[in-house]
């Protein structure tokens, strides 16, 4: 894919094609969300998008399209989920965004208002960073859950000793 020209703008709410970087240096080209643009600075936070809809992260952070009125109408092919507290902001002409060959454009869909509303409710109760630190990318760490897991990744039930019937 070849990367969006200099005057693409994007939006709150957009999802672009964008190769997003992992924590240890690497990126892959995936569908992410804008989260934010600050049209003054020239820049977008995005947020990383996924197909996993089982990731250890907190749910709460996060917009997912798992319905397929949700996911077909943004335009995209499976159910999807956005980590808003996984983002990086970058300028809109970063060289990230890469451009599809079809469309003309790093713009592959755009949320439904409703969404974009759970979007910057999601965004807002996020703990402020600085810009410089959302430049250099958030990558929070997956969810540690304690306690020990069976197979099919549930919690063991416990079983309350004082309520058996007597």
Not at 39 to 44: S, T
Request: proline fraction near 5%; aromatic fraction near 6%.
């Amino acid at each position: 894919m070849p990367n969006t020209p200099a005057c693409e703008r994007f939006s709150t709410g957009d999802l672009v094609a964008f190769d997003f970087p992992f924590s240890d240096g690497g990126a892959k080209t995936r569908v992410c969300l804008i989260v934010a643009d600050d049209p003054g600075l020239h820049e977008v936070v995005v947020a990383y998008g996924t197909t996993n809809l089982r990731l250890n992260h907190d749910r709460r952070n996060a917009v997912i399209l798992n319905s397929q009125s949700d996911w077909s109408a943004a335009g995209l092919h499976r159910a999807t989920r956005f980590q808003v507290d996984r983002r990086i902001r970058v300028s809109m002409t970063d060289m990230r965004f890469k451009q599809n060959r079809s469309l003309g454009t790093a713009k592959v869909g755009r949320l439904l208002p409703g969404r974009i509303q759970q979007l910057m409710t999601c965004y807002s109760r996020l703990k402020p960073v600085s810009f410089a630190q959302e430049r250099l990318g958030i990558h929070p760490k997956p969810q540690v859950h304690n306690g020990r897991r069976s197979f099919l990744g549930r919690r063991p039930v416990r079983h309350n000793a004082g309520s058996a019937a007597a």
